[in-house]
């Protein structure tokens, strides 16, 4: 159950909001500013890379390493393929976990490590490996942690994480805390331009860094819901399964953080998939026991302390124009045919990387909203 009157408290949600969630998706814009000049004093812009690397690849642990390499994959993915490597192990420990280099990786390849955590010895073996088969290795994380001083003997680079601006928060929902991603990110953001793979010059992020702040403006706890978006959204998804459906380069990777942080942080489930696969994905939960108004079971059952159904309710984010080729209204036919309800987000003009900054904003907000004023809360 969502408590909505909550969501137009301020005082109330920053008595809920217990592991500093809100401060954390507000501080997002300072995030980017402050990992862009560890990036630079750690001399990534003093780099002189003889071409671009064969591959990259992408390891850590945690909702904001898959988030970060889903991002590199979607914005770096035309000019070098991406690889995530998954950790195996018996349990989602720092000291459980490992990570192991495909056997095709070698000196012309790139290794990022990211990771709030900055403990997990299995990601230190991992630059090891790296080391011996001639890769380049970069890693975000904690200052002084240690894995940097791993990465440090490895002849690495290593760029401290950026800190919140007011101390960090909970270290419980650190990996998916709204800050975490961009802290995470924005350095990798400097190296790639660096090598050629994405453009994301120093103006290019400060532009990023403006548009989370005003992202963080019209979404913050002071705005009433009727006019703040992430509110909004937050209170259109109470009691239901959103099928978040995507178009667009950015907005893919955005549904899908956008899914696992809802799991993560509110104990929502969710779907994501991109258009126009996700019509016919999942077009039958539209027909089946999520549809709007179905009920399988006997119509004279005493229901008065039972908890409401879900129904399921798209998401449709969007990083382009409604003009030109757009499954968009194919998604809003088949979801109104069914009486399903739709959400829609699409961000103001600009360049895919700001598109993708108040998407992400926008998004984190609603899933803060959703822990604090949901039973499960903060």
Not at 2 to 25: I, T, V
Not at 44 to 67: D, F, H, K, Q, W
Not at 117 to 122: A, I, K, L, N, W
Request: proline content about 7%; overall charge negative.
């Amino acid at each position: 159950m969502l408590d909505e009157s909550l969501l137009d408290a301020p005082e109330a949600l920053a008595r809920a909001d217990r592991r500093g969630l809100l401060r954390g998706a507000a501080e997002a814009g300072a995030r980017v500013r402050t990992a862009a000049r560890h990036a630079a004093e750690a001399g990534i812009a003093g780099l002189n890379p003889e071409g671009r690397p064969r591959a990259v690849l992408v390891a850590g642990s945690g909702t904001a390493a898959s988030g970060v390499a889903d991002l590199i994959t979607a914005l770096a993915g035309a000019s070098a393929p991406v690889t995530r490597i998954h950790p195996t192990g018996v349990a989602p420990a720092a000291g459980a976990m490992r990570w192991t280099l495909p056997g095709w990786a070698g000196s012309v390849d790139l290794l990022l490590i990211v990771t709030a955590d900055g403990s997990e010895p299995g990601l230190s073996l991992l630059a090891e490996q790296a080391y011996r088969r001639g890769c380049s290795v970069v890693a975000v994380t904690p200052r002084q942690s240690p894995l940097g001083e791993a990465i440090d003997g490895a002849h690495g680079l290593v760029v401290p994480m950026a800190s919140a601006p007011h101390g960090e928060y909970d270290a419980e929902t650190s990996a998916a805390g709204p800050g975490t991603l961009w802290a995470l990110f924005t350095p990798l953001l400097v190296l790639l331009d660096r090598v050629g793979l994405v453009t994301a010059p120093a103006e290019a992020l400060q532009s990023v860094a403006d548009r989370l702040d005003r992202t963080a403006e019209r979404c913050g706890p002071a705005i009433a819901t009727y006019s703040n978006p992430a509110k909004t959204l937050a209170a259109e998804l109470a009691d239901s399964l959103p099928l978040i459906w995507t178009e667009g380069d950015a907005a893919a990777p955005v549904g899908r953080r956008f899914a696992a942080v809802l799991a993560e942080l509110s104990g929502r489930p969710a779907l994501a998939a991109e258009l126009p696969e996700a019509l016919p994905a999942h077009g039958a939960m539209l027909a089946g026991t999520f549809a709007a108004g179905a009920d399988p079971d006997d119509f004279f059952r005493d229901r008065v302390d039972e908890p409401d159904p879900l129904h399921a309710r798209v998401v449709l984010l969007r990083d382009r124009s409604t003009g030109g080729l757009s499954a968009a209204p194919a998604a809003r036919e088949l979801a109104l045919g069914h009486d399903t309800a739709i959400s829609e987000l699409e961000p103001d003009e600009g360049t895919e990387l700001e598109a993708l900054a108040e998407l992400l904003a926008v998004t984190d907000f609603a899933a803060v909203y959703l822990a604090l004023a949901s039973a499960t809360g903060a």
